[in-house]
């Protein structure tokens, strides 16, 4: 009984003693920290004066600005170069003729002065990048004229009878002035602002439709049939041009140009092996207007 009396004392006292204990509680304190991203703002300066000083060790730049002095010793200089442009020193196009001719053989039976009309494709090539160029083109004419060069009617140099290779007689009879041409011309171009002259020279071969009297094959043998000839003549020249460009693809041109044939060659059209050449020289002048395009 007295024990039961002293434990329950002890466990009261016990109870009473750690009840009373104060209790001390951690904080734990955290410090915010707010990082802000930095940002550059480039504007230019309006500086008052600006002083470079080049030394052995370090150059300097001293700039005045409001008349506060501002030291610089780390320089950066950013140029922006130009880019080229890639332009091109190929050109190709094609162009459009109307022109007048004057033929030597012609104008001595005063026949008139043919008009022409042709079509023609170019190209050309810048030299060295340079206001240089050099071009080759092909053009086709055909010159329109009635006249008809009769020897029944007109005195001409073609006049009187002529052999083939076969020694067949052939009497001339007539020679249209109304023909084909085409020419390759060569010319070296230079270009000032919107204009663009050039001389060059070229080649070109024109065909003429002719008639002689020659023998059907019947006997007795005598001229008793018109026969049809190709006259060809190949003639080599100058020529002299200049271009007004009125927008990047669109030009006009005055051309002239002037060749020489040493002879013609006549061929009968239905029988090649008749054929015979004629030491008849005669030059030609052609004026022309173009209208050139670029492609």
Do not use: C
């Not at 052939?170 to 109304?178: C, I, M, N, P, W």
């Not at 919107?194 to 006997?219: A, E, I």
């Not at 041009?241 to 005055?254: C, D, G, I, R």
Request: hydrophobic content about 35%; overall charge positive; proline content about 3%.
């Amino acid at each position: 009984m007295f024990q039961n009396k002293i434990l329950l004392f002890f466990l009261a006292f016990t109870t009473y003693t750690f009840s009373q204990e104060k209790k001390v509680d951690t904080i734990y304190v955290y410090e915010e920290i707010i990082i802000h991203d930095t940002v550059f703002i480039e504007k230019p300066l309006k500086i008052d004066k600006a002083i470079f000083t080049e030394t052995d060790k370090k150059d300097l730049l001293e700039l005045t600005q409001n008349g506060k002095k501002i030291t610089v010793d780390t320089l950066i200089i950013k140029s922006k170069k130009r880019v080229a442009k890639n332009e091109k020193s190929w050109f190709f196009g094609g162009r459009l003729h109307l022109g007048l001719a004057s033929n030597s053989l012609f104008k001595e039976v005063n026949a008139p002065s043919p008009i022409g009309l042709g079509l023609g494709f170019w190209t050309r090539k810048e030299l060295f990048q340079s206001r240089f160029s050099l071009g080759i083109g092909i053009d086709a004419f055909y010159w329109m004229s009635p006249f008809s060069f009769n020897a029944s009617k007109k005195d001409s140099r073609l006049n009187g009878y002529y052999f083939t290779q076969n020694n067949e007689p052939k009497l001339f009879q007539s020679l249209e002035s109304k023909h084909f041409q085409l020419q390759i011309p060569v010319q070296l171009y230079y270009k000032i602002n919107k204009f663009m002259p050039s001389v060059g020279g070229f080649v070109s071969t024109s065909s003429y439709k002719s008639q002689f009297l020659g023998s059907s094959g019947r006997l007795p043998r005598t001229l008793d049939e018109t026969q049809t000839f190709r006259a060809e003549a190949l003639q080599i020249g100058y020529l002299a041009e200049v271009q007004y460009a009125f927008s990047e693809h669109l030009s006009v041109a005055l051309h002239f140009s002037s060749g020489k044939a040493n002879n013609l060659l006549f061929t009968n059209k239905q029988d090649r092996s008749q054929s015979f050449k004629t030491g008849n020289e005669f030059s030609e002048k052609r004026f022309g207007l173009q209208l050139v395009y670029r492609w």
